[in-house]
C-alpha cells in the first residue's frame, strides 16, 4: 500500500466512525421510541350495521311497523316493474311468465290451479303473510332457494310495504 492509498482508507474510516457516532449521538439527544397506538386510525364498521353486511347477513328490515302509514299509490307504481310476469287484476289471466297475484295475501303459496310451479316454491309451504312476502320481495332467490322467481328484489323498505299493502286491497 502506498502512502495515498493508506490516507484515503484512513479518511474513510474517520468518516465512517463520526457518521456512526453521528447516529449514536443523536439517539442519545433523541432516543427513538415506538408510537404506543398507531399514528392513524381507519374507522372499520364492525357493529354489523353497515348495509353491505345488513343485506348479506341479517336479512330484509322488518315493515310491519310501515304498513299503516304504507302509501298505496306508490306501492301501484312499484307493481308496474312485476307487470311483465304476473297480471295483478281480479281476471286472475295466468301467464306463462307467473301466476295471477289477485288476493295473494294471505293465501297459501304456489296455490294456483294451472300454473306449474317450480318445486321448491311448492314445497316450501306456509301462507303469504305480509312477513312472508317482506322476505320474498326482498330477494327471492334468498328467501326461498330455487324458486323461480327472476327478479333481484326491492331494496327499500318502504317500497315493499307500499307494494304489500297495495296487494292487500286486492281482494
Ligand atoms: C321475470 C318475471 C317475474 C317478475 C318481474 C316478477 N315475478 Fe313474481 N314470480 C315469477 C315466477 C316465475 C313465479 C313462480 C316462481 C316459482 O314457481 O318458483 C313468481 C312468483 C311470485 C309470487 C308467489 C305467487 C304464488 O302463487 O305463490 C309472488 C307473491 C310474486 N311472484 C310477487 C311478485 C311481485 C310483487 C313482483 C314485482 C315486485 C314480481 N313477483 C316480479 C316471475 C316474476
Excluded at 354489523?48 to 299503516?68: K, N, Q
Excluded at 295466468?94 to 310451479?117: E, N
Aim: hydrophobic share 40%; aromatic share 8%.
Amino acid at each position: 500500500m502506498t502512502m495515498e492509498t493508506n490516507k484515503i482508507f484512513a479518511a474513510v474510516l474517520v468518516a465512517g466512525i463520526i457518521a456512526m457516532l453521528g447516529g449514536f449521538m443523536a439517539d442519545l439527544v433523541m432516543p427513538p421510541r415506538s408510537l404506543d397506538e398507531p399514528a392513524y386510525h381507519i374507522d372499520v364498521p364492525d357493529d354489523g350495521t353497515g348495509p353491505a353486511v345488513a343485506a348479506a347477513d341479517t336479512g330484509p328490515e322488518p315493515i310491519e311497523h310501515l304498513m299503516a302509514e304504507a302509501d298505496i299509490d306508490r306501492g301501484r307504481r312499484v307493481s308496474r316493474s312485476c307487470l311483465a310476469c304476473h297480471s295483478f287484476d281480479q281476471s286472475r289471466e295466468i301467464r306463462p311468465q307467473g301466476p295471477p297475484l289477485w288476493g295473494v295475501v294471505g293465501k297459501p303459496l304456489a296455490s294456483i290451479d294451472g300454473f306449474t310451479y317450480s318445486s321448491a316454491l311448492q314445497e316450501e309451504g306456509g301462507t303469504w303473510t305480509v312477513e312472508k312476502l317482506n322476505e320474498y320481495l326482498w330477494n327471492p332467490r334468498r328467501a326461498i332457494p330455487g324458486n323461480r322467481m327472476n327478479y333481484r328484489g326491492i331494496r327499500s323498505p318502504e317500497d315493499r310495504a307500499a307494494l304489500i299493502a297495495y296487494m292487500k286491497t286486492m281482494q
